[in-house]
C-alpha cells in the first residue's frame, strides 16, 4: 500500500504517541483528523516497510521522506 508523505508523517506522530511523548497542539490536531488510526502501530511500520522494499517511492524526495519518518518510526519502536 502506498502512503503519501503526509501519511508517514501521521504515521510517525501514531508511533510517538503509542510510546508515550507527548504533543502540541499542532501533532495532535493533525492526530485527531488522522485516516490511519485504524491500524495497529506494527501493521503502519509493516505498511512503510513494504512500500520501500517494493519500490513504491520512486522520486528522491519521496524516498528521503519515507526514510526519514521511517527511522523516527523505527526509534520509536526501538528496532535496530
Known amino acids: ?3 503519501n508523505i503526509d501519511q508517514v508523517e501521521e504515521a ?3 508511533f510517538e504517541r503509542y510510546n508515550g511523548v507527548g504533543h ?3 501533532e ?3 492526530i485527531a483528523t488522522f485516516e490511519l488510526n485504524c491500524y ?8 512503510i516497510v513494504n512500500g520501500v522494499n517494493s519500490g ?3 522520486n528522491d524526495e ?3 521522506g ?3 519518518h521511517h527511522e523516527k518510526v523505527l526509534i520509536s519502536l526501538n528496532f535496530d
Open 62 to 64: 519521496e524516498r528521503v
Open 24 to 26: 502540541g497542539d499542532y
Open 66 to 68: 519515507v526514510f526519514g
Open 1 to 3: 500500500m502506498y502512503l
Open 56 to 58: 513504491l517511492y520512486r
Open 28 to 30: 495532535n490536531d493533525l
Open 12 to 14: 510517525a506522530f501514531i
Open 40 to 47: 495497529q502501530p506494527a501493521e503502519l511500520e509493516q505498511l
